[in-house]
Every structure is written in C-alpha cells, then in structure tokens.
C-alpha cells in the first residue's frame, strides 16, 4: 500500500514511502552507529534504556531479516559513524566521559580504528573501516565544537573546521564528499546545511526544517535527512537533497530521534533508506525502510490512497483502477 495526492497518480508515478520492517532485536537509542539501506545494514553501540547503557552488540541486516554479529571491541553510545556489513567504522562516543577512540568493522570482526585527537561525543560521522570523516560534536554539555578530521583506514588527521558548530547534526558522505544538514547549538535545533569537497567546506541550501538528533544518508550532491527534534520535538518528517535544494517527502509512521545520524541509503535511489530503532519517544526497536521505484516495479495489487480525495486505486500491471 501507497499513498499520495490527485497529481501523484499517474502513470509515471514513483512510488515511494516508509514501511515497517522486523524489529531490531533489541531495544536501541542515545545514538549508536548504522549504516546501509534497505537491502544491507549494520548496528552496533548504542543504549538499550536510559538506564542501561554503553551496549556493544552488533546487528545485521540482510534484507529480509535481523542476525547478531561479532561484538563491537568498545560499549559506548553517543557515537556516529556509518559503512556496511562488509565495512564499517564507529567513531567517538561516550561511556562516562568523551571519547576520541574509533573502533572499525572488517565485514566479520571489530578492531581499533585509532583516536581522531578529538574528545567528544554526539558528532556527526560516516565512511567504512578505510576512509571516514568527522565533524563538529560536544566535549560536554552544550559544549558544541566545529572540529572535524578524516581517516585513511590507518589513522586519522585534522582538516578545517566545519562552518557551523554544533552536535547531533546528520547527513552522510565520503571523505571527499560530505554534507551536514541541521544540529544543536546554545541556540537549540537549526537548519544550516554546508558541505565538505575534501579540501574546503561551503554553505549549502539549508533544510526545510530546523532539526537535530535526526538520520541522514547520502551526500552533497544526493541525500537526506529524517526525524529528529525540531522546536517541537515532535518529528517524522524527512527531505530529500538533490545537491541544490530540499524537496519534502513523506513522514516517517513514528516519531523517531537519538539513533544513528548516517546511514548510506537514499530516498531517490532503489536502495532506498532505512531508519533503525532510536526513541519515540521511549527507546525503541522499531525500523523502517524507505521504498522507491518506478510502476514497471510495482507489484500488481498494489493499492494507493489518495490522501486529498480519500479515494483508492489498485495497481493491475499497467494502470491505476478505482476500487
């Protein structure tokens, strides 16, 4: 089942839009480390309630289906980071106190990654176990910094500091291809937008809504950002990033903020996005993909509802039928 409005539906329609998949196994939130889409993802870190935290559990995901994995060599939470289940890294964190450590996942077991020179915690992160990249972050409190360094899967060294100075942002990318949409500051959530071409960073088209502690994948020329806090706190939206401005896409089924601030999936490709677990408010294991393709894909049956009129239509292998 899908949904849209009157102007969706049409042959060329694209059909887009989250849906439940199975529940971690565990509960997770105050951020963790994630990366994939939905097909392919990895989990590690994270907390399983606010009282029991610093968690090192690894989970996989296969495309249909949750397997445990390897134990991360660190229990933190706080972190960020991002890869696959073939390579991963997970970057800073907390577990009493900051951390500078990163640890990186081979596709079968957990390793150190070196320290970025660094102590904070809540920074934004991505890559794999041989190339990563890190900015801004808190060494405590609302202690928001615009530090930021890059790995080479041997060690990691200091580039210029980002734009902007603030914790919890998200967004995704590459060491030479990076964006940050949205963090926290003394101010509280906002949506600056700036991106990272492996030498310098610039500002970019700020997201439609302000917003952190938030999901984002991609990167400066292709990407998204999902839940979060706003100045509500009360969030399910996402946007799309097609390298110039923000297009608003469908919400999320729950509120979802403090879990992973990366992921490598999209809301314009067919790997689609996934989002797992974090709060809504409560710690939680749910998690959802976001689904994308085009009508020779759909499969027949299928229904969509028009949410401005209220009418339905069923997909039969070549048009759209009002049931």
């Not at 849906?19 to 994270?46: C, V, W, Y």
């Not at 994308?292 to 039969?316: K, L, R």
Request: proline residues 2%; charged residues 10%.
């Amino acid at each position: 089942r899908v949904t849209g409005t009157n102007a969706n539906r049409t042959t060329d329609f694209a059909v887009s839009g989250w849906s439940a998949i199975a529940d971690l196994p565990e509960t997770r939130g105050i951020h963790f480390m994630a990366g994939g889409n939905k097909n392919s993802a990895i989990q590690t870190q994270g907390s399983k309630s606010g009282s029991d935290r610093y968690k090192n559990t690894t989970y996989l995901w296969n495309g249909s289906a949750w397997s445990t994995g390897n134990n991360n060599t660190v229990s933190k939470d706080y972190a960020s980071g991002g890869g696959t289940t073939s390579g991963a890294i997970s970057v800073m964190g907390y577990s009493g106190s900051a951390h500078q450590a990163t640890q990186k996942y081979n596709g079968s077991t957990w390793s150190d990654a070196g320290n970025t020179g660094n102590s904070q915690y809540n920074p934004i992160a991505d890559g794999n176990d041989s190339s990563a990249i890190e900015a801004q972050g808190t060494t405590g409190g609302t202690n928001s910094t615009n530090s930021a360094s890059t790995y080479n899967g041997s060690s990691w060294s200091s580039i210029t500091a980002s734009g902007s100075s603030g914790y919890g942002g998200q967004g995704g990318g590459t060491s030479s291809n990076f964006h940050i949409a949205g963090s926290y500051n003394t101010g509280g959530s906002i949506n600056n937008a700036e991106k990272w071409n492996g030498s310098a960073w610039s500002t970019t088209s700020n997201s439609n809504t302000p917003r952190s502690n938030g999901q984002g994948g991609g990167n400066s020329s292709a990407g998204y950002i999902s839940g979060g806090n706003d100045l509500s706190d009360d969030m399910k939206k996402s946007e799309s990033w097609d390298g110039s401005s923000w297009t608003n896409k469908e919400d999320m089924p729950e509120i979802k903020v403090s879990a992973s601030h990366t992921s490598t999936g999209s809301l314009t490709a067919n790997t689609g996005a996934i989002q797992i677990a974090g709060s809504n408010p409560d710690i939680s294991k749910t998690c959802f993909i976001y689904t994308f393709a085009n009508p020779i894909n759909i499969q027949e049956g299928t229904v969509f509802e028009e949410i401005d009129t209220g009418s339905h239509f069923i997909w039969y292998g070549g048009a759209w039928v009002e049931i």
